[in-house]
């Protein structure tokens, strides 16, 4: 028998063990990551149906009244109406910009690329939190520095934020860079040769992007778009910041003021089983709008590097548009927080003020106890997040890839662990508070661990496909000869297989770090005494009109959120464009 | 002959007075010192508030010098975000939380307060007037509500704005309303019937589209920043705790009538982790010096009371005031509340 048959017989023996600590270990992963996906689903659904969370008074019953409630209120139509219209213009909105922005990237002859590529993706650092304060603090109706600013000058005061089209445009761009990066993977993959044979024929750039680029990237747009989507359906900073006052709610955050402002949970839960079914249908969509994706694959050895379009005129307009939109979501929020932490006040930027330059505020941020423990937890929230995540799914993502089951079991354990995607931030933390209250399994509750688990599952549907898309990456002669040598599975797993795709778990440990220190949804209901995290402290302190406080922290919050992604941009990036 | 009856019959009275006074003292001084002992023992106190941080320390430096040996914590949440973490915290069994500063109505009904029935046997001396009725609450001063406005932004002509002038066409879009405390319209009820209310908001308030925030600390803010012109509802103590930034004339003005608030109650949870340190911040809080405290970090004050700021500006201002009367006055507000909040095209189901 040749000797890499031999190695094929020993791998599969090895692959699923009979009995021991592996396939305790492979069969507990799978446990583990079904009971965080789907139990508390499971609970959210029950408590849709009970009349209450139990209190000493009031065990709750059985009821249908949190849905006749929901369905019969006409507001709550208008709810979806409003979800609806505001996931598709801001979709919309993103998508316009980076379509445009991926192309002028990709196929035309701009100039300072690398910088300007960095410029459209940094503001992907900026927590769209910290974007709907900083312009509530800039663009504000009356008291707005900008409107103080043209108020000085101009005698005017143009700029009003709490508007549903600035609602819309500010979400929009907040979107961008996401879409950005799914649209320009496309974009790598598509065959040049028509565009240049078009351009050859004297066709112009702008007919060309018309009646060629746009058609052939549809699909992949068509993708994008349901993906961002479902992204932007579930983020809840912006409508509740600005939606909120002006009376245009959408489901997350009708959901946050079912509990957190009228105290119902059950309610709540029936919102989210509808936002989750809203959700469901998304993922869905994008997975059959995925599932044939190779079909418009147009990647080929030849030509692909493609002849790039001179714009000539238009290359310093499009400098201009991609700085300007930089200087839009991330540049003038940073400098909103500089100038709002230092002058503790309303004041519009003039020379004259500046002698009142205060560290008053970092002084009273730093000396609170509440913020260091906040930010003790939140340190810790981004180391624990990203093992524990990292730790299932490189396992679950062996299985899926390497393992010798079946192709039913590997693709129910990739949906499974895709899954979590239709579960908006908000939804999974109602959801949790129940599980993890009615349940107590584990017992956790009160300690940041609710938190970290919350996050895992939110987590799981990127971590999976970085670390599918690296496993496939690596050929499996290194772990065989491994097997052929008597190492054990879990020996070869650690260390031949994980050092192997050291750079991918990397890059996803440090994109899920990134997004444990932003994230607000999960951590909002699962606060409890002496857990506190610093997303949540931000929020607490603007729902208590603590400007200067929230711009001190929202300053140290955006230094550290820029510094993690120009890191997680130079280890990290080219994983993700692998996933 | 008489005189000396007298004096016997009055030394008589007096011994009599001092054996049963003497007793009672000493018995609440052995309770008093009970109670500290545990406190120490106990050492922290987890409280619920929505005092910021200067406020809560003002608060808790005075408290620490009267009792040294107890650290009180603050979680910052408004009552309703409160109340929602303590149904949490009661359904799950792990209970961290002591105290809450939050309306007691909810507490009462989900049986989460814990009476204090020896209060008064424990401090014989304490001031009843700050006591919740219900014996598990002290009371923080009380606020007073009223119609707030920017008069530097409300067209001159309007001004003194009054309810009736809130219907002008400029303020379309510049009144505030609360939805987080949307019961606080009960706060014009002596002035208004419940129906008188409904048909106002339905006919005045409604049409203007109103925009709504999120708790008082946050209208006020949108006040600061000129979002909105005028909250018809607004939490006034507000106006005179936050700092008022230069260049923005941000006055608040009293209206004809003002609604007194009793006491904000600070209460006593059931099966609260650290009863007896909880015991003895309660019984700080219904102390002159505290209550003083209180209005100097606060601005709560007594509007009734000339001598703080709050009643002078009052009186200034020739207000009206009134008292809420029941917390069953409380629960009815809450209904019509929800309906005003219906009429803005918010959903608000039952706590």
């Known amino acids: 028998m040749r000797p890499l048959a031999v190695a094929r017989q020993v791998y599969a023996a090895k692959v699923l063990p009979h009995v021991n600590l592996t396939s305790f270990i492979l069969v507990g992963t799978v446990a583990a990551i079904a009971y965080l996906v789907v139990a508390p689903i499971i609970f959210l659904i029950w408590s849709s149906f009970r009349s209450a969370l139990p209190t000493p008074a009031d065990p709750g019953v059985f009821t249908l009244e949190n849905y006749v409630f929901v369905y019969t209120s006409p507001a709550t139509y208008t709810l979806f109406f409003n979800t609806v219209i505001f996931v598709a213009v801001c979709t919309s909105i993103a998508l316009v910009f980076a379509v445009t922005f991926a192309w002028l990237i990709e196929r035309t002859d701009l100039p300072g690329k690398r910088t300007l590529f960095v410029l459209i993706l940094l503001p992907s650092a900026v927590p769209s939190l910290l974007m709907g304060i900083s312009y509530i603090i800039l663009a504000g109706p009356e008291a707005g520095l900008l409107n103080r600013f043209t108020e000085e000058l101009f005698g005017v005061k143009p700029f009003n934020i709490f508007s549903i089209p600035a609602m819309f445009v500010l979400q929009g761009v907040n979107s961008v860079p996401g879409t950005f990066l799914i649209v320009l993977a496309a974009l790598r993959s598509m065959d040049p040769a028509l565009e240049e044979a078009a351009c050859v024929s004297g066709v112009g750039w702008a007919s060309t992007i018309r009646r060629v680029t746009l058609p052939m990237m549809l699909p992949a747009v068509l993708s994008a778009g349901i993906y961002t989507g479902m992204n932007i359906a579930e983020t809840f900073e912006i409508p509740a910041l600005i939606g909120v006052p002006i009376g245009f709610n959408v489901l997350s955050s009708q959901v946050y003021l079912s509990i957190r402002v009228w105290g119902n949970h059950t309610v709540a839960s029936a919102y989210s089983v509808i936002f989750l079914i809203l959700l469901v249908g998304m993922v869905y969509l994008y997975q059959r709008a995925t599932r044939h994706s190779f079909r418009y694959t147009t990647i080929s050895g030849k030509g692909y590097r493609p002849k790039l379009m001179p714009i000539g005129r238009w290359r310093y307009p499009a400098v201009v548009l991609i700085v300007a939109y930089f200087a839009v979501t991330a540049g003038l929020p940073l400098l909103v927080f500089v100038w709002s932490s230092v002058f503790p006040s309303h004041e519009p930027p003039t020379l004259a003020i500046l002698s009142q330059a205060s560290l008053e505020g970092?002084?009273?941020?730093?000396?609170?106890?509440?913020?260091?423990?906040?930010?003790?937890?939140?340190?810790?929230?981004?180391?624990?997040?990203?093992?524990?995540?990292?730790?299932?799914?490189?396992?679950?993502?062996?299985?899926?890839?390497?393992?010798?089951?079946?192709?039913?079991?590997?693709?129910?354990?990739?949906?499974?662990?895709?899954?979590?995607?239709?579960?908006?931030?908000?939804?999974?933390?109602?959801?949790?508070?129940?599980?993890?209250?009615?349940?107590?399994?584990?017992?956790?509750?009160?300690?940041?661990?609710?938190?970290?688990?919350?996050?895992?599952?939110?987590?799981?549907?990127?971590?999976?496909?970085?670390?599918?898309?690296?496993?496939?990456?690596?050929?499996?002669?290194?772990?065989?000869?491994?097997?052929?040598?008597?190492?054990?599975?879990?020996?070869?797993?650690?260390?031949?297989?994980?050092?192997?795709?050291?750079?991918?778990?990397?890059?996803?440990?440090?994109w899920i770090a990134i997004h444990a220190m932003r994230s607000l949804t999960v951590p909002m209901f699962l606060t409890a005494q002496g857990n506190e995290v610093l997303s949540m402290l931000l929020w607490t302190y603007w729902d208590n009109d603590m400007v200067e406080a929230v711009s001190v922290i929202g300053l140290l919050y955006l230094v550290v959120c820029v510094a993690l992604s120009l890191l997680w941009r130079r280890i990290g990036f080219k994983e993700l464009q692998k996933a | 002959m008489k005189q000396s009856i007298l004096a016997i019959a009055l030394l008589l009275l007096t011994a009599a007075v001092n054996r049963v006074a003497i007793p009672v003292a000493a018995h609440a001084q052995d309770k008093q010192q009970k109670l500290l002992e545990a406190a120490k023992k106990e050492g922290v106190i987890d409280i619920i508030a929505t005092w910021r941080p200067k406020e809560a320390e003002g608060i808790f430096t005075a408290f620490r010098e009267a009792y040294p040996a107890i650290e009180v914590r603050q979680t910052m949440m408004a009552g309703a975000v409160g109340f929602e973490r303590l149904r949490a915290e009661f359904a799950s069994g792990r209970r961290t939380t002591d105290l809450i500063n939050t309306s007691i109505i909810d507490l009462k009904n989900a049986g989460m307060i814990q009476p204090w029935p020896d209060w008064y046997e424990v401090f014989p001396k304490t001031r009843k007037d700050t006591v919740h009725a219900t014996l598990s609450a002290a009371l923080e001063p009380g606020g007073a509500y009223g119609l707030v406005y920017?008069?530097?932004?409300?067209?001159?002509?309007?001004?003194?704005?009054?309810?009736?002038?809130?219907?002008?066409?400029?303020?379309?879009?510049?009144?505030?309303?609360?939805?987080?405390?949307?019961?606080?319209?009960?706060?014009?009820?002596?002035?208004?019937?419940?129906?008188?209310?409904?048909?106002?908001?339905?006919?005045?308030?409604?049409?203007?589209?109103?925009?709504?925030?999120?708790?008082?600390?946050?209208?006020?803010?949108?006040?600061?920043?000129?979002?909105?012109?005028?909250?018809?509802?607004?939490?006034?103590?507000?106006?005179?705790?936050?700092?008022?930034?230069?260049?923005?004339?941000?006055?608040?003005?009293?209206?004809?009538?003002?609604?007194?608030?009793?006491?904000?109650?600070?209460?006593?949870?059931?099966?609260?982790?650290?009863?007896?340190?909880?015991?003895?911040?309660?019984?700080?809080?219904?102390?002159?010096?505290a209550q003083e405290v209180f209005f100097k970090h606060r601005g709560r004050g007594n509007p009734y009371d000339d001598t703080n700021i709050v009643g002078q500006w009052f009186k200034k201002h020739g207000a009206k005031l009134f008292e809420y009367e029941d917390e069953l006055r409380e629960a009815q507000a809450r209904e019509s509340g929800a309906k005003i909040l219906q009429m803005l095209g918010v959903p608000v189901p039952k706590r």
Not at chain 2, 194 to 201: F, H, R
């Open chain 1, 362 to 510: 970092f002084k009273e941020v730093f000396g609170n106890s509440t913020f260091l423990r906040c930010v003790k937890n939140t340190i810790l929230l981004m180391v624990l997040t990203p093992v524990l995540t990292v730790g299932l799914i490189s396992i679950a993502s062996w299985l899926i890839v390497r393992s010798n089951l079946s192709l039913k079991s590997k693709t129910l354990l990739d949906t499974l662990t895709f899954w979590p995607h239709a579960y908006p931030g908000i939804v999974l933390g109602v959801a949790l508070l129940w599980f993890f209250i009615v349940v107590d399994f584990p017992p956790v509750w009160g300690t940041l661990w609710p938190i970290v688990l919350g996050l895992t599952v939110s987590y799981m549907p990127f971590t999976v496909r970085t670390l599918n898309a690296a496993f496939i990456q690596v050929h499996q002669e290194l772990e065989q000869a491994a097997y052929v040598s008597g190492a054990s599975w879990l020996s070869t797993f650690v260390r031949i297989t994980l050092p192997l795709i050291l750079p991918a778990l990397a890059s996803a440990a440090l």
């Open chain 2, 150 to 289: 920017r008069p530097d932004l409300v067209p001159k002509d309007l001004q003194p704005l009054t309810y009736d002038k809130l219907s002008d066409p400029r303020l379309r879009g510049k009144i505030g309303v609360n939805i987080r405390q949307y019961y606080f319209w009960d706060s014009l009820y002596p002035k208004w019937s419940e129906e008188q209310i409904l048909n106002y908001v339905k006919t005045v308030i409604v049409p203007q589209k109103p925009r709504l925030y999120n708790g008082s600390g946050d209208g006020w803010e949108m006040l600061v920043r000129g979002e909105v012109w005028a909250n018809p509802v607004s939490n006034t103590h507000q106006y005179f705790s936050r700092y008022l930034p230069k260049g923005i004339k941000n006055i608040a003005v009293a209206p004809d009538w003002v609604g007194v608030e009793s006491g904000k109650p600070i209460v006593l949870l059931k099966d609260a982790p650290h009863p007896n340190a909880a015991k003895l911040f309660l019984h700080w809080v219904t102390t002159d010096k």
